[in-house]
């Protein structure tokens, strides 16, 4: 046994890190920042699943905000008209949002990448006219509004324990998003290292080349899809949970241009990824909002501008810069980096060994 | 049937709005192959333009040309300097430049000119006139000549002119094309350029319907897709038919469809942009595609 | 002074080189022929030229430097390239597609008859003007590249394997149109080639590739004549 800890590779020893670190979290936050956390680590669920499609199968969807609206408002209706506890609507809510999404699936086998994010985008701005419409159902543009969820007596007792303070419902959503981000992420990670991985790897390669190889094209695409809308509706589900109100306002088109933001950032077809992306995006419009009005050189009209205008210019620049500069995210940086840094450890000795060129002869 | 007349014609003014949109992206598809969601900021950015060209005092009719002018001088230059560098990317990745791009525009928007809905003159004066029976706008007549002015002169452009025909053969094959000497480079920024242009014209006829805000677009680039998927997204003429259908198809619907009106007149569009993609994926003007290994 | 002349030319695909230094040179109004196996290198020659391919070395023609040039102004410094595969825009029409080759002249009244001389040398163009080019068959694609690269006004043509897939009668009929471009225009080629016997009856200079280096060279007489060369090399 401890050989085996002794011969893990580093990486799971930063899983292990990782995850000590989240849990501890709390323990020193207040409780808002705790709720600040739980919501950036919903919008790294709703990354995961997007990195599933867009990393490992090639598609790219720019509608997951619609399948985060479908699993908050699955939840919400659930909780709220049929007193559901909540806890229990949020594997429900993803569960329909997936098998949706691996519907969905369906017409995007048609379709190519390109139609595909034409076609998930316009849903992407339809969805909040799609949901205000079905008032009996969803209430319109009032929204559902949900009560705070109540920590059970094991969490409140645990809690109390380490921090000697009461846990509030802030803390106690942090832990439950948590622990699903912990599940999925344990999911994908076992998904992307077996053979379906391996397939929709070579799906999103070239796809004649995967079909000609024996991988089941349809079945993978369509896999693909209703897992990534799988994450999609619990991100969304949780994001009910910690906003305590669903509106049709909650799922504009910016929600998914974050989503893709953070798995652009994070680097696509990467695990670890969505967390730094997912983390970043998420905090990014929030720290630039406190940190302007806190100059006390901007004027405050055009502080207001800047508040809201903000996040987009910048959420636009670093789109196109990563585009540019670092196609591969933070995490391709860092591995490139990484492996520049090993390579220069290792000296001059490797590059010796470099082929050179044969010499050339004239006739 | 008077009053379906009516819609049809308002229906049609609003589809050359969605032509024009449509053809910015049909330009710019058939150069690189690439959906520019950046469009319909594009357009918008231009209107501020034009609205600030007005708000210093030059007259409408002046204003419209120099904004088209700098509509095309920023179209080229966002070809040079944001996608010149990943011209050869995946079209994944240009796909998530343009909606950087997207994002970038909308929040310069914001930033210069703030959130607040703003009205935008018309040239055209509300009055109407009676038509087969049916009354219609002669604002509505007149962004109907304006679409069809600038369409035709797009066209004539593109199939009459030196200029036209190596655009086109730039886009349809780089490598022999650069072997005729052919700037390919800049032929893509011209691509741009005037797609940038031909977007700023629907902006500018939609403004006056719409109020000019930073999000005004974000509806019409959804019908600008579901005119350039129906059209055959490769295909001008394609585009053009595609922006009347849609325009007169969400008319009709929003008027005489019980459940439409309003709000949904946007889920027609993405109905098309579903059916289409399903059953005809070329469109009605596209041709078949062949997929390569 | 030779019209073009390549110096220890090295050229490749990313980390694959192709051309191992490469020298050859082609006058005024001469017809040279590149023959070689496949993969020997010849078009990856003809396009280092154009600077469809990332080159080293040095490449002079008609006295300027070709180095670190664009296709565009490679061709612009009047060398025509009808490719491997032809480069016809399938998209466009016939006629389109010979005004692509013109489009940069300015002395009008020459290239109206330029268009008068093509139309007689390759008749079926006239007739199929209007229709695209798509509809052609392959010899009259081909016929409709070589017009096209006339159209240019080239100093020198390279042309890359005309004869591919091509039935020997219409072959006979291409290489004597190129046979007469050269000698009434004085336009000079560079001719690749696999069917050897046919280009070296065509050329002066001939130089045989060998896995990315020049095997040998000489008059295309004394290659004609030489058994063992043409066993080893030239496959007849």
Redesign the interface.
């Known amino acids: 046994m401890l050989q085996r800890i002794r011969a893990a590779p580093p990486r799971y020893w930063l899983v292990v890190i990782a995850v000590l670190f989240f849990a501890g979290f709390p323990t020193v936050i207040s409780s808002f920042q705790a709720a600040q956390w739980a919501n950036a680590l919903i919008l790294v669920i709703a990354i995961m699943g997007l990195n599933i499609l867009?990393g490992y199968s090639?598609q790219?969807s720019?509608g997951h905000g619609a399948f985060m609206a479908l699993g908050a408002y699955t939840s919400a209706i659930l909780a709220h008209r049929y007193k559901m506890d909540y806890l229990l609507t949020v594997p429900i809510a993803g569960l329909l949002t997936g098998l949706v999404g691996f519907l969905f699936g369906v017409?995007a086998l048609?379709?190519s990448?390109?139609?595909l994010?034409?076609?998930t985008?316009?849903?992407a701005?339809?969805t909040p006219?799609?949901i205000?419409?079905p008032v009996a159902l969803t209430n319109g543009v009032n929204g559902i509004i949900l009560l705070p969820p109540d920590p059970p007596q094991f969490a409140k007792d645990a809690f109390s324990a380490v921090t000697g303070t009461v846990m509030t419902s802030e803390q106690w959503t942090y832990y439950v998003t948590f622990a699903w981000a912990l599940l999925l992420f344990w999911l994908a990670w076992n998904l992307v290292r077996h053979r379906s991985g391996r397939a929709m790897r070579a799906l999103r390669d070239?796809?004649?080349?995967a079909a000609a190889s024996g991988v089941n094209i349809a079945g993978y695409k369509m896999l693909a899809f209703g897992i990534s809308a799988l994450y999609a509706g619990i991100a969304g589900s949780l994001f009910g949970m910690s906003s305590g109100f669903v509106s049709p306002d909650s799922f504009p088109?910016g929600l998914s241009?974050q989503l893709?933001v953070g798995a652009?950032i994070g680097g696509l077809a990467s695990i670890p990824g969505p967390l730094a992306g997912g983390i970043f995006a998420y905090f990014l419009p929030i720290e630039s909002n406190q940190w302007v009005p806190a100059q006390t050189w901007i004027p405050t009209q055009i502080a207001s501008?800047?508040e809201?205008?903000?996040?987009?210019?910048?959420?636009?620049?670093?789109?196109?810069l990563i585009?540019?500069f670092a196609?591969n995210g933070i995490v391709g940086l860092v591995t490139s980096g990484y492996e520049r840094l090993r390579r220069r450890l290792r000296g001059a000795a490797d590059r010796e060994t470099g082929q050179a060129?044969?010499d050339?002869?004239?006739? | 049937m008077q009053g379906v007349l009516q819609q049809v014609f308002s229906g049609l003014a609003s589809g050359g709005i969605f032509a024009s949109l449509a053809l910015a992206l049909v330009l710019i598809y058939n150069a690189m192959g690439l959906v520019n969601f950046a469009q319909g900021e594009m357009a918008m950015f231009a209107t501020f333009i034009a609205v600030t060209l007005m708000d210093r005092g030059l007259n409408y009719w002046i204003a419209f040309p120099v904004t088209l002018v700098i509509a095309f001088a920023g179209g080229v230059a966002i070809q040079r300097i944001v996608i010149r560098p990943v011209e050869r990317a995946p079209v994944l990745t240009l796909v998530i430049v343009t909606l950087g791009l997207t994002a970038l525009i909308n929040g310069l928007a914001g930033f210069i000119w703030g959130y607040l809905p703003r009205a935008f003159p018309s040239p055209f004066p509300s009055r109407t006139i009676s038509v087969l029976g049916a009354y219609v706008s002669y604002q509505d007549l007149g962004v109907i000549a304006v679409c069809g002015v600038v369409l035709l002169v797009i066209y004539l452009l593109l199939q009459r002119t030196t200029v036209g025909l190596t655009m086109r053969a730039a886009a349809h094959n780089p490598e022999a094309s650069r072997l005729m000497g052919v700037r390919v480079s800049w032929m893509l920024a011209l691509g741009w350029g005037l797609a940038s242009a031909v977007g700023a014209v629907s902006g500018i006829m939609v403004a006056p319907i719409l109020f000019l805000e930073p999000n005004m677009m974000q509806t019409v680039i959804i019908y600008a897709f579901a005119a350039a998927v129906l059209g055959g997204i490769e295909s001008p003429v394609g585009a053009v038919v595609g922006g009347l259908i849609v325009g007169v198809t969400v008319n009709l619907a929003g008027a005489y469809v019980p459940y439409v009106g309003g709000d949904l007149e946007l889920a027609v569009a993405l109905a098309i942009i579903v059916a289409v993609l399903v059953l005809k994926p070329n469109g009605l003007f596209g041709r078949p595609s062949v997929r390569r290994v | 002074m030779a019209l073009l002349e390549l110096e220890e030319v090295r050229a490749g695909y990313g980390p694959t080189s192709v051309l191992h230094g490469i020298s050859l040179s082609v006058q005024e109004g001469q017809v040279v022929s590149l023959l070689g196996a496949n993969g020997a290198g010849k078009t990856t020659t003809l396009r280092t030229i154009t600077g469809g391919v990332r080159w080293s070395g040095n490449i002079r023609f008609a006295g300027r430097s070709l180095n670190r040039m664009h296709t565009e102004d490679v061709v612009r410094c009047g060398i025509a390239h009808v490719p491997e595969g032809r480069g016809i825009l399938t998209d466009l029409s016939v006629d389109e597609n010979l005004k692509l080759g013109s489009y940069l002249r300015h002395d009008g009244q020459a290239v109206r008859k330029d268009y008068e001389r093509v139309f007689e040398y390759f008749p079926v163009l006239r007739e199929r003007r209007r229709l695209s080019a798509s509809t052609l068959s392959g010899g009259e694609q081909q016929m409709l590249a070589i017009a096209r690269a006339l159209l240019m006004k080239p100093k020198l043509m390279l042309l890359d394997e005309p004869s591919l897939g091509l039935a020997p009668m219409v072959v006979r009929a291409i290489f004597e149109i190129i046979r007469t471009i050269n000698q009434a225009d004085g336009v000079a080629v560079l001719l690749v080639e696999q069917n050897a016997r046919i280009a070296l009856e065509m050329s002066s200079q001939a130089y045989v590739l060998e896995v990315g280096r020049l095997a040998v060279k000489g008059s295309s007489a004394e290659l004609k004549g030489n058994e063992s060369v043409r066993r080893s090399y030239l496959g007849y």
Request: proline share 11%; aromatic share 6%.
């Open positions: 867009v090639g790219l720019l017409p048609r379709l990448a390109l139609y994010a034409l076609a985008f316009a849903l701005v339809v006219s799609l205000k419409r070239g796809e004649v080349a088109v241009i893709l652009v501008t800047v809201k205008a903000g996040p987009a210019v910048t959420y636009g620049a670093i789109l196109i585009m540019i196609p060129p044969p050339p002869q004239t006739v």
